[in-house]
Structures are given as structure tokens and as C-alpha cells.
């Protein structure tokens, strides 16, 4: 990849308070209230803060949790692990490497075919790219993902 993705204070001027409070301040959005919980279109979501590509709806799926759920981060590097003790509870937090923005937490009850994990993003943390629009905003080479998927079981979900 020779796309540079950081953290700016530019970017994050261009927050909406939710968006500051969940990716700053390690807030958490209302579930089931919340952008993507429920969208199903074919896309890429990346940093809303660096726009490095974090997940694909090709490795989303419906957890019931209210949260948009993944099986897996589209590039494992762009996603940091970290334990988190808040609320007296003991949890894998994760955030984006390059804009170091709090996404959500990662548990162990994703579906077991799909590696068993499911990664709970909050919506606040993300911006949807749209398939159609991949190649217009820099994400070209993750097409592919999508064509590979349409040409086996479609592109809908």
C-alpha cells in the first residue's frame, strides 16, 4: 500500500461530537441506534479518522448484538488489540494502528466456522465506502474481494 494513513487534527476537528466521544474517548454508541448496525450493502469501512481500511462487509454478519459485527479485520495490521478492565469487566479492546481511534472490543462468540470471533465496532468509528465508489476513493485494490464473492454466492448479504 503506498496510501499514508495517520491521525490529523484535522480530521478529528471534522468529528461529530459522538464520533469524538467514541473514537477519543473510548465511548460506546447505543445499540441497535447507530449508523451500520443493519446495513448490508457491499463496501469497505475504514478509520473515520485515517481512513485505513479496517473491515469488509464481505466478513460482516448479523451477531444481534446492535453493533455492526465482524468475523475478521479486512487488514490485521491496521487493527491494535488491547485489554481493557472498565466497568469491572475484563475485555479486548480494539483500535485503529495509524488514527489510533477506539473502534470497539473483540469476543470469542463469533461464529466458530469463521474463526470464532466477533469483532463489535461501534458505527461512530467508521466510514462507509461503497463498492461502486472503491476505485474513486483510493481503495481500487479491494475490489477484488467483492468480485471474488459475487462470482461464488453474490454480492448481497
Not at 480530521?11 to 464520533?19: C, D, G, H, S
Not at 453493533?67 to 469487566?89: K, R, Y
Not at 474481494?145 to 461464488?152: I, M, P, R, V
Amino acid at each position: 500500500m503506498d496510501k499514508k494513513y495517520e491521525k490529523s487534527a484535522d480530521a478529528i476537528a471534522q468529528l461529530t461530537p459522538r464520533q469524538y466521544k467514541i473514537t477519543q474517548e473510548r465511548g460506546t454508541e447505543p445499540a441497535f441506534d447507530n449508523e451500520f448496525w443493519n446495513k448490508k450493502d457491499a463496501g469497505l469501512y475504514v478509520d473515520v479518522v485515517s481512513g485505513e481500511p479496517l473491515f469488509a462487509s464481505t466478513k460482516k454478519y448479523d451477531s444481534g448484538c446492535g453493533w455492526p459485527s465482524f468475523t475478521a479485520p479486512l487488514e490485521p495490521a491496521n487493527v491494535v488489540e488491547n485489554s481493557d478492565v472498565s466497568f469491572g469487566m475484563t475485555r479486548t479492546e480494539v483500535r485503529s494502528t495509524h488514527g489510533d481511534s477506539h473502534l470497539g472490543h473483540v469476543f470469542n462468540d463469533g461464529p466458530p466456522s469463521e474463526g470464532g470471533l466477533r469483532y463489535c465496532i461501534n458505527s461512530a468509528a467508521l466510514r462507509f465506502v461503497p463498492y461502486e465508489d472503491l476505485e474513486a476513493e483510493g481503495y481500487g485494490e479491494y475490489r477484488k474481494l467483492f468480485d471474488e464473492t459475487s462470482s461464488k454466492e453474490g454480492m448481497k448479504q
